[in-house]
């Protein structure tokens, strides 16, 4: 009996083992690892407007025709991609110019796996009419992009002229990109120099002639695929990548929104690692040091590894008061002759800070103020005295206020105290203070009270204003 009880615990125990095992290897498989999602969504936003009938490079072409061809030939190279989806809309080309029709825009071929002959199909079809609703187009291509993850999503604009309707295409695009429909988009102009009046609503790219145009169709959709990478050397004082640990965030430069956040991370030879990002927007790189450092518009090569360096030496700031081991007292850290508050330490803690001049505000009673010199690689210490405590008794409620005595004879006020109370008791740092006071009830200012006190470190007092 005893022997078959020892077996199914040990049964018992090497299941659990078992289970345990299989879960922590579950845990570890589940590992999030951020990158680029690996499906692509591209949305070909084709100008069909009634001035793509204008002639364009050779004799005897008008720009229609020839970027049908281009476009056509592009789009039949990508069906071998089993992991892009594209989709046409086509705007300008169902109503007459004289209708002035601004919403003339349609989504002629929606997204879906393999239909590239559909939409070649649709672009032969083009017979140009009508204006130019860029802004109202682009609008509805936000409703083009179906639900659900693992897809980016990309809008590739051609047209031949600017916006003809009215509508503001740079908010309109910025506003879409922040709510995450799709990433910045390309717009082709075909032609065209409007480099002011688009490139704010995406990466504008000039298409003079056809070739041009071929060219620069081909780079938008490779730029698209191509694998960046981005390395992050964060540089000490010494411009040595030695600095680490710290969460660098990438964020899209138009919309400020973040599209990477990571902790960052060397190896056992202190080499920072790789990571892959999305080359179709620009970045700021936001080092969350304190304060953060920020490297705006950062240049990244497509299709090739970077190397990012950006200066962060750091040193140390910790903040002790003599007996106290918790970590209670707060202080203010501002940079000097700044008002913005950057942090909140504790005491009996030790936290980093770019190098620099920082001035540092005890929230004790009465506050201090200290101006320290962080230095690369070392830590400054703010040591504060042990505090004492002053029991006061006012014998009735009423209204006063504390001040700090200076050695010069002046006084610095301190705080006012609560006038439902007859007794107060303050933990406050060694000092020579003056109470005054004056009772609810007292029929005139002249009988208002006060008195001059000394307090020592660890000190317990007992303070009768009227005494």
């Known amino acids: 009996m005893n022997r078959y009880i020892f077996l199914i615990t040990l049964r018992g125990a090497l299941l659990c083992m078992m289970v345990i095992t299989c879960c922590s290897l579950g845990f570890a498989q589940k590992k999030l690892i951020q990158g680029v999602p690996e499906k692509t969504r591209i949305l070909f936003l084709f100008d069909g ?26 789009v039949d190279s990508l069906s071998h991609n089993d992991k892009l989806e594209l989709a046409l809309r086509i705007y300008g080309h169902r109503s007459p110019r004289e209708a002035n029709n601004c919403k003339d825009t ?14 070649i199909d649709k672009i032969n079809e083009i017979k140009p009419k009508g204006v130019t609703p860029i802004t109202y187009s682009l609008e509805q291509a936000a409703k083009d992009f179906p639900g659900g993850i693992g897809y980016r999503n990309i809008v590739i604009l051609i047209t031949d002229g600017i916006e003809s309707c009215g509508g503001d295409l740079c908010a309109t695009s910025r506003e879409l990109q922040k709510k995450g429909v799709f990433l910045r988009p390309y717009i082709i102009g075909l032609g065209l120099r409007a480099e002011k009046t ?85 970045y700021d790189f936001v080092v969350n040091t304190i304060p953060p450092v920020v490297k705006r518009n950062v240049a990244i090569g497509l299709g090739k590894h970077n190397t990012i360096r950006i200066p962060v030496p750091q040193g140390n700031l910790q903040v002790q008061q003599e ?58 210490n703010i040591y504060l005295p042990a505090p004492g405590i002053v029991n006061f008794n006012t014998i009735s409620t009423g209204y006063g206020s504390l001040y700090e005595m200076n050695a010069d004879g002046t006084q610095q006020w301190i705080c006012n105290l609560d006038n439902l109370k007859a007794n107060f008791t303050f933990t406050m740092l060694p000092g020579r203070y003056k109470i005054v006071f004056r009772v609810k009830n007292a029929s005139g200012s002249k009988f208002t009270g006060f008195k001059v006190f000394d307090l020592t470190p660890g000190e317990t007092k007992m303070l009768n204003v009227f005494n």
């Not at 072409?61 to 476009?71: F, G, R």
């Not at 989504?107 to 939409?119: D, G, T």
């Not at 990478?229 to 969460?247: C, G, H, I, K």
Request: hydrophobic share 35%; proline share 5%.
């Open 49 to 74: 407007s009634g001035s793509m009938l204008e002639p364009w490079g050779k004799p005897n072409q008008i720009k229609i025709n020839i970027a049908k061809s281009i476009l056509t030939q592009i």
């Open 106 to 119: 349609w989504l002629e071929v929606p997204f879906k796996p393999k239909n590239h002959k559909l939409i």
């Open 198 to 282: 688009l490139d704010c609503a995406g990466k504008y790219i000039s298409a003079e002639t056809p070739q041009a145009f071929h060219e620069e169709l081909n780079k938008a959709i490779q730029a698209t695929f191509s694998k960046t990478t981005v390395s992050v050397e964060l540089l000490d004082a010494r411009n040595q990548p030695t600095e680490t640990n710290v969460n660098v965030s990438f964020v899209n430069s138009l919309t400020g929104i973040s599209m990477y956040d990571f902790v960052h991370y060397r190896d056992s030879q202190g080499r920072p690692d790789s990571v892959q990002i999305d080359p179709v927007v620009d």
């Open 323 to 380: 007996g106290r081991k918790d970590n209670n007292l707060e202080v203010i850290v501002r940079e000097k002759d700044k008002t913005n508050i950057i942090h909140v330490q504790h005491s009996n803690e030790t936290v980093r800070y770019i190098t620099g001049k920082y001035e540092i505000e005890t929230l004790t009673l009465p506050r201090r103020k200290f101006t320290v010199d962080i230095q690369a690689n070392k830590t400054q």
